[in-house]
């Protein structure tokens, strides 16, 4: 079974930080790519940024220059830190790996439970 736990979501002023912090546990053979997303009532849920078990980087052009994904392949962590950020930036924002929990199996997509995050004067 596998888990992927989010932290760092909050109430935040326009122009502040966060940083998120998504951690993958249980039975991992092999991390693929890891990402965030983010949703808001009523809408799709759409990528905020992805990173390849490279460290190849892709962003969504909305948040290109303000938000840095990264990963720490040791703790099967990936990051989201999130600067000058906008109201238009609220939703709750989830984290997405593609996990092989042993060795040949296939790689499948895992969620996280998802984190609010309020940009608010």
């Known amino acids: 079974q596998v888990q992927l736990v989010e932290s760092g979501g909050g109430l935040v002023q326009p122009g502040g930080s966060l940083r998120l912090s998504c951690a993958a546990s249980?039975?991992?053979?092999?991390?693929?790519?890891m990402g965030w997303y983010r949703q808001t009532p009523g809408k799709q849920r759409d990528l905020v940024a992805t990173?390849?078990?490279?460290?190849?980087?892709r962003y969504v052009d909305s948040v290109k220059g303000r938000f840095t994904i990264s990963r720490d392949n040791a703790k099967n962590t990936v990051y989201l830190q999130m600067n000058s950020l906008k109201p238009e930036d609220t939703a709750v924002y989830y984290c997405?790996?593609?996990?092989?929990?042993?060795?040949?199996?296939?790689?499948?997509?895992?969620w996280g439970q998802g984190t609010q995050v309020t940009v608010s004067s």
């Open positions: 990173t390849t078990s490279a460290g190849d980087l």
């Open positions: 997405n790996a593609e996990i092989a929990t042993h060795y040949g199996a296939s790689p499948r997509a895992y």
């Open positions: 249980g039975s991992i053979f092999r991390i693929n790519d």
